[in-house]
């Protein structure tokens, strides 16, 4: 069985090698380990190409469904390599090395959200983006009220979350046109006790979908608003 993907088309300020992001390929190796095989090149008009070989796939049931729900998570896989390089490093306090002071990660068609890497934290700002305006509005409150609960529920063990209408300080020299977001911009400090052991994934599924996250609540708030 083969299982081709293609990825977003990146954004000027993002860096892909190959077609596809920095760690792409050891994130795939060791999420499925011997049940997929890269194939090199890949299929015309994808940015990767695997041959699955489901004959390997683990006896025992939960371990499958497990497996299989990885592969289906192909491209969350993909997209969010170069986080858990950075957070995987984050758990050691260290930077990986050739990293850049800002690293600009592409999440969905030609945008981005930043990482900046430091030892003992990694501050992570999504420029939020959304083409109806009606979403635009019911996003920019939604994101308004979810840093506000955050900060009010007594969360003390969860990353700090802030909001701002306007670029953060550590988006300094980031491009313009990159720093389009007309929901505001959100920030996460990541320290290393937020991805100590099985932290780890949790958090870099977590920011991997965060757009999503957002996205599908605006789409609740606007289904009630249109039911009362």
Request: proline letters at 9%; a negative charge.
């Amino acid at each position: 069985m083969q299982l081709s993907m293609s990825l977003p088309t990146p954004p000027p300020e993002t860096v892909f090698y190959d077609g596809l992001p920095f760690g792409a390929i050891e994130a795939i190796k060791a999420t499925y380990g011997l049940i997929a095989q890269i194939l090199d090149p890949p299929k015309d008009g994808y940015n990767l190409t695997m041959k699955l070989n489901l004959a390997k796939l683990p006896e025992d049931e939960e371990e499958e469904h497990a497996l299989l729900v990885k592969v289906a998570s192909l491209r969350e896989v993909v997209l969010g390599a170069p986080l858990r390089v950075v957070l995987k490093h984050l758990a050691s306090k260290t930077v990986a090395p050739g990293i850049d002071e800002l690293v600009a990660l592409v999440h969905r068609p030609k945008e981005s959200f930043f990482l900046l890497p430091e030892a003992d934290k990694v501050t992570i700002v999504f420029p939020m983006r959304f083409s109806d305006s009606t979403d635009t509005v019911l996003a920019t409150s939604f994101l308004q009220e979810f840093v506000e609960a955050r900060r009010t529920a007594g969360l003390n063990n969860a990353p700090p979350c802030f909001w701002s209408p306007s670029p953060p300080p550590e988006l300094e020299g980031v491009p313009t046109q990159a720093l389009s977001a007309n929901a505001g911009f959100v920030t996460f400090v990541i320290f290393p006790r937020h991805v100590e052991g099985r932290k780890l994934d949790r958090t870099v599924w977590s920011l991997s979908t965060f757009h999503a996250y957002v996205s599908y609540h605006v789409k609740v708030k606007y289904v009630f608003f249109r039911f009362i």
